[in-house]
């Protein structure tokens, strides 16, 4: 069973950076395409970027565009989410998943990112 772990949250003032990562267990990593999502308090999960099985096509919410940069490493089942100039309103509890609802795991314990104004 497929298991995922984020970390690399923290608490950064408006303006910061930080680099999340996701570590998938299991063999199948390379064969699905990626994404992270957020959650803030009080609200509905939300899409965050997305990146392809091969790393070459990326995709991010419009909220995020032009801040935040996804990659991958699958030769070591990983991926990332590099946050630049972070704004209050991106603090929320970042996870990783399969892009695809469909083939979608169970969502790991996420990573906590609080920016400060």
């Known amino acids: 069973q497929v298991q995922l772990v984020e970390s690399g949250g923290g608490l950064v003032q408006a303006g910061g950076s930080l680099r999340l990562s996701c570590a998938a267990s299991?063999?199948?990593?390379?064969?699905?395409?990626m994404g992270w999502f957020r959650q803030a308090p009080g609200k509905e999960r939300e899409f965050v970027a997305s990146?392809?099985?091969?790393?070459?096509?990326?995709y991010y919410a419009d909220s995020v565009k032009g801040r935040f940069t996804i990659s991958r490493d699958n030769a070591k089942n990983t991926v990332h989410l590099q946050m630049n100039s972070l704004k209050p309103e991106d603090t929320a509890v970042y996870y990783c998943?399969?892009?695809?609802?469909?083939?979608?795991?169970?969502w790991g314990q996420g990573t906590q990112v609080t920016v400060s104004s």
């Open positions: 998943n399969r892009e695809d609802r469909a083939t979608r795991v169970a």
């Open positions: 990146i392809n099985r091969s790393g070459g096509n990326t």
């Open positions: 299991g063999r199948t990593f390379s064969s699905y395409a």
